[in-house]
C-alpha cells in the first residue's frame, strides 16, 4: 500500500506534465506520435478520477505519517499509539 500512495503523490505531480505531452503528441507531424497520443488520451484520467485519487492520497498521507513515526529506532514509539488511536478515530468520525 505504501508504493500505491507513493505512486499517486507522483501520480498527482505530474497530473500537468501528462496532459500538455498528450496534447502535444495529438498535435504532432508524426503519424507514430499522433497514434501514441490518442493511446495515451484513451488511458489518461477523467477529472473524477484525478479528483478520487487527490482525495485518496489525503486520507493515506496521514496513515504514512503515522507509519513513519511508528517507525522510529530512536525513540521510544508506543506510548504514541493511543493518542495516534484518538487521532484518526476524531479525523474519521468527521467525516
Partial sequence: ???TY?????LLDLKKAISILQSHMIF???S???RDGRKL???LLDDN???LIKQLVEV????????STLSGKNFVTLSLVTP????????FLKH
Wanted: charged fraction near 35%; glycine fraction near 0%.
Fill in 6 to 10: 507513493y505512486s499517486w503523490v507522483r
Fill in 60 to 67: 493515506l498521507e496521514k496513515f504514512d505519517t503515522i507509519t
Fill in 1 to 3: 500500500m505504501e508504493y
Fill in 41 to 43: 488520451q484513451k488511458i
Fill in 84 to 91: 495516534i488511536i484518538f487521532f484518526l478515530k476524531k479525523i
Fill in 28 to 30: 504532432d507531424s508524426n
Fill in 32 to 34: 507514430e506520435t499522433k
Fill in 49 to 51: 478520477e484525478w479528483h
